[in-house]
């Protein structure tokens, strides 16, 4: 058994509250734990299952029965809680956008600088576009690079392909 810093009824009198509050409130801590340890324990199990990127609306609305049947009340907003403090919740994704479609009708020029490795300086230019996310829109970048060095010979920046 566990040695007690302070005794019970001290602390009952120093906050000023009688022994059945005391008691219950160490019960109620003791069942929020053991209630969480068992849907941590259910939610590991259920993605071991069905997969490892389910999110917490699906795992919610999927565990939701059998938690109600254990006797255990969890909200989405508690749910989520309990995901972020152990860890549990899925990262988004990241989105991207498709910049390059290579299937199309207009003519395609061959790599002519392929197998080739530039010798000295400013002997083999080579460009490049980049498209940069602002605040509300996507800007490009294009970039005229030396291949030797790779020092940027010119660039523009706009919000236009202009």
């Known amino acids: 058994m566990q040695a007690r810093p302070f005794k019970r009824k001290w602390l009952i009198q120093c906050f000023g509250i009688s022994k059945q509050a005391f008691y219950k409130r160490l019960k109620s801590h003791r069942t929020k734990v053991n209630n969480d340890q068992i849907v941590i324990q259910m939610i590991k199990d259920y993605r071991d299952e069905v997969g490892q990127r389910t999110g917490g609306i699906k795992l919610h609305d999927n565990l939701k029965s059998k938690m109600e049947s254990l006797g255990i009340k969890m909200g989405r907003d508690k ?19 498709i910049t390059t479609n290579s299937k199309h009708h207009f003519y395609k020029y061959d790599n002519l600088v392929k197998d080739k490795a530039p010798t000295r300086s400013e002997q083999l230019w080579v460009s490049d576009i980049t498209y940069i996310k602002t605040e509300n829109k996507h800007c490009y970048l294009a970039l005229v690079t030396d291949a030797y060095s790779k020092k940027i010979m010119g660039y523009k920046f706009a919000s236009h392909m202009k």
Do not use: I
């Not at 749910?79 to 956008?97: H, S």
């Open 79 to 97: 749910f989520y809680k309990l995901l972020r403090a152990y860890n549990l919740l899925v990262p988004k994704t990241k989105r991207y956008f």
